[in-house]
């Protein structure tokens, strides 16, 4: 089975909105972080923001905000206000405990921002 | 100073050559990584060493081998290249132990084989 699961292979927003980028993962680790990771065009990999499995609040980095429902196990980025400069590749990743904490990343989605 | 430095950026290079791949970090992270993102973008990790020591060694060509002289480089030997090999070529680097620590990644390799 997938351990993270993206649905979404592409994306449009229009500039000024907010996006939802869907994100579920596969685990039976009680202990876990959650990960989302941007590409731009220019292909370097930037950290975006961080949800451990025991935190009680979503986490937010200024515009980007983990909507983290555990049952569900979901772990969706939600990036308010939209810029042209979001336009990337966006990989969400789980980090587990038991597997000796390696990275399993998503196929990631393309979100494009229209003006 | 960059954290996670690769070297080259871009390589090209023809079928049957050998190449490397330079890796170097100085967050003092203990883990190193090596992944490869094909034309889909799909990120799929190849080898992590910690401290030096072999940790995870996916489903790899032996044609492809990691180097680890010190906790601060990691790097990756290609020989007798093959054109299915053109992908980009990621470092990266994390604390351990630590769930809450992500990976800082290098900029990338891209290598195109010819």
């Known amino acids: 089975a997938q351990k993270i699961t993206q649905t979404q292979p592409g994306m449009f927003v229009q500039e000024k909105e907010a996006v939802t980028l869907d994100c579920t993962y596969d685990?039976?680790?009680?202990?876990?972080?959650l990960f989302w990771y941007k590409q731009p065009s220019s292909g370097e990999m930037i950290f975006l923001i961080y949800?451990?499995?025991?935190?009680?609040q979503n986490a937010t980095e200024g515009r980007y905000s983990l909507n983290f429902q555990k049952a569900r196990k979901s772990a969706n980025l939600v990036i308010s206000a939209s810029q042209l400069g979001d336009s990337a590749m966006y990989f969400c990743?789980?980090?587990?405990?038991?597997?000796?904490?390696?990275?399993?990343f998503g196929t990631g989605t393309s979100l494009t921002v229209i003006p | 100073d960059t954290a996670v430095s690769q070297t080259p950026k871009y390589l090209v290079t023809q079928m049957g050559n050998d190449k490397s791949i330079k890796c170097e970090q100085n967050?003092?992270?203990?883990?190193m990584y090596w992944y490869k993102q094909d034309s889909k973008k799909f990120l799929k990790i190849m080898f992590s060493?910690?401290?030096?020591?072999?940790?995870i060694n996916e489903t790899v060509p032996n044609r492809f081998s990691p180097k680890s002289p010190d906790k601060a480089h990691l790097n990756l030997h290609i020989n007798s290249l093959e054109l299915g090999d053109s992908a980009v070529y990621f470092c990266?680097?994390?604390?351990?132990?630590?769930?809450?620590?992500?990976?800082?990644f290098g900029s990338g390799t891209r290598l195109t084989v010819v």
């Open positions: 060493y910690n401290n030096k020591e072999l940790i």
């Open positions: 990266a680097s994390s604390q351990d132990p630590g769930l809450n620590y992500g990976y800082t």
């Open positions: 990743a789980m980090r587990e405990r038991n597997t000796g904490n390696q990275f399993y």
């Open positions: 967050l003092g992270h203990d883990t």
């Open positions: 685990t039976s680790d009680p202990s876990y972080g």
């Open positions: 949800q451990g499995s025991y935190d009680q």
